[in-house]
């Protein structure tokens, strides 16, 4: 069954930078966009960024442009987020999700979450 | 960017009502409208694509209705289950914004 495995989360200090991962299994990753998707403590959730299945697209919320990256390593499954120069409204949850094989699809499987939090 | 709102907020319903939750759009998104279903402490779950199609495994008291910009979420006789948090998003193009959320709750 298809399972995503969220990693890497846990407390930074403003400015630090930060790793999440994310491993996939039960599907044949390469065939599918990734996204991260973030939910900071009582908020709604925000959109964070996606990646092609090839790894040659991506698209960035403006909140995170040019501080964070994400990529993927389609050999290993797995699915990444850097984080640089991070700030105390990045603290959230953070999500991997796979999108539907439709072109414009929906998130349809979603990881558990990796807990952010980014305070001195 | 593409800007979505809901509404109401947060409505209250009891055990078998019927209960509905509109999204709407600030720029045509055709039929690219997805609805999440998000209970506390856990990650969301996808209940309709498309507009109107129910994701494999949704219960059929879950609808979608929609095209362009105004879109309906009904639940046809609620749940104790179904007491969670409620979300549109749009998937027509990147960013692919979310909706702020109805939480329903128990009257």
């Known amino acids: 069954q298809v399972q995503l495995v969220d990693s890497g989360g846990g407390v930074v200090q403003p400015g630090r930078s930060l790793r999440l991962s994310c491993a996939a299994s039960g599907f044949t990753f390469s065939d599918y966009t990734m996204h991260w998707v973030r939910q900071a403590p009582g908020k709604g959730l925000e959109w964070v960024t996606l990646?092609?299945?090839?790894?040659?697209?991506?698209y960035y919320a403006d909140s995170v442009q040019g501080r964070f990256t994400i990529s993927r390593d389609n050999s290993k499954n797995t699915l990444y987020l850097q984080m640089n120069t991070l700030r105390a409204e990045d603290t959230a949850v953070y999500y991997c999700a796979r999108q539907g094989g439709e072109v414009a699809g929906p998130c349809d499987y979603w990881g558990q979450g990796t807990l952010v939090t980014v305070s001195s | 960017d593409i800007q979505m709102t809901q509404s109401p907020s947060s409505p209250s319903a009891s055990v078998g009502d019927r209960v509905t939750i509109t999204c709407r759009a600030n720029l045509n998104i055709a039929n690219y409208l997805n609805w999440y279903q998000q209970k506390p402490g856990k990650a969301p779950k996808l209940l309709i694509f498309a507009a109107s199609t129910l994701q494999t495994g949704v219960p059929s008291r879950f609808s979608g209705v929609g095209s362009g910009t105004d879109f309906t979420l009904t639940i046809s006789s609620l749940q104790p289950e179904d007491f969670a948090t409620y979300y549109c998003q749009q998937s027509l193009s990147a960013p692919f914004t979310f909706g702020p959320g109805t939480k329903v709750d128990i009257k």
């Open positions: 990646i092609s299945n090839d790894g040659t697209r991506k």
